[in-house]
């Protein structure tokens, strides 16, 4: 079967770094996404990794291994607004989107 | 109008009753999609379109119908209302199916069957 794996939730301090993970098991690999979604809004695109390695995006870089159905989201200089929920998001073999149930992310001050 | 748009923003519906919730976007993608999402699980597929004229069936279809007459517009429909479809309703839109290419939401409809 196909399933994702990512934690329910994580707390980090603004201004911190924190490090999201994603292990994934699906029915053949198109790449991996990854979105963001505050509380009552509708997911946004973050980032599409198909290649293993990181990808870097400003304060945002996620990183994948397809060789171990890994992938995480890395968040710096963490700010109030990054408060939200992260989901991961691998694509299978028909091109359809298998989605994590998401990690709600709680940034302090 | 920039993007995707969903209507109603949110609904309560006895049981029994059909219900259509609508979806229009402006980019002239060609595939379009709708997911519920309930609390603790990851967004569902319902039904896709990967053109006017064509639909297809998701991980979660039962209980509901889309039609795509045209680029913009997906409907998606609930015959006959059952409690388990209370959720939120995002849909989607993609420039192509079947390759890599980004979905982008629309805003949900938040659906509460009595």
């Known amino acids: 079967g196909q399933n994702i794996d990512q934690p329910t939730e994580m707390t980090a301090t603004e201004g911190a770094i924190v490090q999201i993970n994603c292990t994934y098991q699906?029915?053949?690999?198109?790449?991996l996404f990854w979105y963001q979604q505050h509380a009552g809004e509708a997911p946004t695109f973050l980032s599409y990794n198909v290649l293993d390695g990181l990808e870097e995006k400003g304060r945002f870089s996620s990183f994948l291994s397809r060789s171990k159905g890994y992938s995480y989201l890395l968040l710096k200089e963490l700010q109030m607004k990054d408060s939200a929920s992260y989901l991961c998001a691998p694509m299978d073999s028909n091109y359809q989107l298998i989605w994590g149930a998401g990690t709600k992310l709680i940034i302090k001050p | 109008i920039a993007g995707i748009t969903q209507a109603p923003t949110s609904q309560i519906l006895a049981a029994g009753r059909r219900m259509t919730l609508r979806c229009t976007q402006d980019?002239?993608?060609?595939?379009m999609y709708w997911y519920r999402q309930d609390l603790g699980l990851g967004l569902r597929l319902i039904h896709y379109s990967n053109t006017a004229g064509t639909t297809g069936k998701g991980e979660v279809p039962d209980g509901y119908s889309v039609s795509r007459a045209n680029t913009d517009d997906f409907p998606l429909t609930l015959a006959s209302a059952v409690p388990s479809q209370t959720s939120v309703y995002f849909c989607?839109?993609?420039?192509?199916?079947?390759?890599?290419?980004?979905?982008?939401f629309g805003p949900g409809t938040r659906l509460t069957v009595l």
């Open positions: 980019m002239r993608h060609n595939a």
């Open positions: 699906t029915s053949g690999f198109n790449g």
């Open positions: 989607a839109s993609s420039d192509s199916y079947g390759v890599t290419d980004t979905q982008y």
